[in-house]
């Protein structure tokens, strides 16, 4: 179901493991910023109608992710702060089109990305994860965002025909597997 054009090296979850700090507070920024680019979608294009309801329940799940999240910081004794932001994302959207509606479909679509990439790497973390709770929510997190990639492809189906969606979804999956792979830094997508 993932569109994802690489697949993360298996030296990846180690590396996770060894800087997991980083990571679980990572993770709660990388919930705090999808809650936040559904609600931009949100504002940005009000005239879809059909995209209220389903990017509305997005966004309060993902701040529901976020909520969880300080909760697994709080209970490990990690101080939520600040964080230099990662490239991923800004990367990944330096291929979104300028003109709509091609900039909308684009932003779908990376959005969907994202999401794809979280929902293979919280499972590679649920599956390395010696603290049998906290793989257990990483499994059920991972769920979430398997749905959440659906959700912005059926939305970008409303944009363009299902066969360009997957034609473009599929050039910017590989321009995504090209920013992660020269991103080095201990992030959940780096």
């Known amino acids: 179901m993932l569109k994802l054009a690489s697949e993360t090296p298996a ?20 919930e705090k910023k999808a809650a936040s680019a559904a609600l931009t979608l949100l504002f940005q294009y009000p005239e879809r109608a059909s995209f209220q309801a389903p990017l509305a329940a997005l966004a309060r799940e993902e701040l529901s992710h976020f909520e969880a999240m300080l909760d697994v910081l709080a209970g490990r004794g990690i101080g939520f702060r600040r964080q230099r932001p990662s490239a991923y994302a800004g ?3 330096s291929a979104v089109s300028t003109r709509e509606p091609e900039r909308l479909l684009d932003t779908l679509l990376c959005s969907a990305l994202i999401e794809a990439r979280s929902c293979e790497r919280l499972g590679l973390l649920a599956d390395a994860l010696p603290d049998a709770e906290l793989a257990r929510f990483y499994a059920s997190l991972r769920a979430a965002e398997a749905r959440h990639h659906g959700v912005y492809v059926e939305l970008a189906c409303e944009v363009a025909p299902r066969e360009r969606v997957a034609a473009r979804l599929a050039q910017l999956a590989v321009h995504e597997a090209q920013v992660l792979a020269a991103a080095s830094e201990p992030r959940l997508h780096g």
Do not use: F, N, Q
Not at 19 to 30: Q, V
């Open 11 to 30: 030296a990846w979850s180690a590396h996770a493991l060894a800087h997991l700090d980083e990571i679980l507070l990572d993770h709660a920024h990388c």
């Open 91 to 93: 990367r990944l959207r």
